[in-house]
């Protein structure tokens, strides 16, 4: 009992932060286990009940629920919409077109997809049962947010990118190594931190992703860590691993906000609709993939994006020079993630993002187990999916994605070179075919 009051008064001490912001918060407690449901804390993110873990993360983990005030109206549906029989990407699995509904189901394993064209709904796919006001776990999609987040804060003056890590952190002043790191390190993903598989282990039982770790936190796990070994030619990639606790922290810090706050505001830049979440560990500290979107809600993100990348210089979500970086396709000997090596040879990531490879102007934001975010600038497309694949980055589901990707964003007529109001909510000028 003394336990679950700490966690209540951790979780409610970010409220007052954001009692100005248009948002109502709500800080929740998984209900006690009883040992009488077959889904609890030690299998809920198991292949076989990702699509029911994903989607209830409320049941399993702390934290605190984010409702916008006053919701964005929907999002208007564009005709034509996109049909899943005629429209016909290439099935990796053997080179042969088959229709966008196969490989959703078959390949992708997805729950939800919704595509916009120049602002508006071309399609919006369901499974069975699935809700898409419900806010699903995005795991390491969390991260390139938080990516995004700091580049805005440095921007705005707020923190600087060469600044050591440490320095940000000064509650990690004493440890030698994250010295040595900047900060445009861990906004990359680069700092070569390397992290054993029991430091892996660890790292999600004191996080709560599993049954096992203290009620101290996973900050306290990692103030009490003793070394930080790199890899020595700096070269690691991180895609999903403790370092991401860093990432968040840091956010943190720049902003002198507390997540809750970071979405609130998220909310209001993205014109949310739906509620959103963000698990907490044991201790009440927000989670580096603890955010959970709707599906509308994510798609809106992807929106925001090219709204940022189209407007230069208004106060948008991320500075249009972020974008224009993560958006150009990858130089020569631009290094990617092995797990992400399947989205294509000429595949680059940075700022956490990847960018698929070829000549366009486009980015994906790469979740596990097929979640994904794909925001085309030279079509103004984006295509957010909800998946629940067995493997978190199998090479098949992410060849998939890539052609599904291709095959969908040239919506329309494909404009012959970046148009200022491509992807807007502006109203576009008609285009022949």
Known sequence: MQTRSLILSALFASVPALATEPCSLTPVQPPAATGQHPVGLDNWLNPGYLRFGLSQVQRFMPGVRVQ????????????????????TPIDPADDTRKPLRFLLDNRIDADGVQVLHRGRRVLDY????????????????TRPVLAMLLARAAAEGRVAREKSISRVIPELADTRELAKLSLQRLIDGRTGLQWPAADSRQWQQEAGWT????????????????????????????????????????????????APAL???????IRARDPAFWASDPAGTALADGLALSLGDFASLGQALLDARNHPGRRALVPAGFLDTVAAPAGPGAAAP???????????WQYRIAHPGGR?????????????????FDHGTVIAVFASHAAR????????????WD???PVGNPPAGRSRNAGTDQPAPPRGR
């Open 360 to 376: 366009g102007h486009h980015m994906a934001i790469i979740g596990a187990y097929g979640t994904s975010l794909y925001v085309d």
């Open 211 to 258: 049954p096992g770790g203290s009620a101290a936190g996973v900050r306290a796990w990692l103030d009490a860590r003793k070394q930080w070994p790199r890899s020595r030619g700096e070269d690691g990639l991180d895609l999903a691993g403790p370092e991401g606790e860093l990432l968040l922290w840091a956010t943190e810090n720049a902003w002198k906000q507390p």
């Open 393 to 404: 980055h199998s090479p098949l589901l992410l060849a998939s994605l890539r052609n599904v």
């Open 407 to 409: 095959e969908v964003a």
């Open 126 to 141: 369901r499974r069975s049962g699935f809700d898409p006001a419900q806010p699903r776990l995005l795991l390491e999609a």
């Open 338 to 348: 092995a797990a992400l090596k399947s989205l294509g040879n000429d595949a680059g």
């Open 68 to 87: 916008p005030a006053t919701p964005a109206p929907a999002r208007a549906a564009a005709a034509p919409q996109i049909d899943l029989d005629r429209v």
């Open 263 to 269: 979405l609130c505001n998220l909310q209001k830049s």
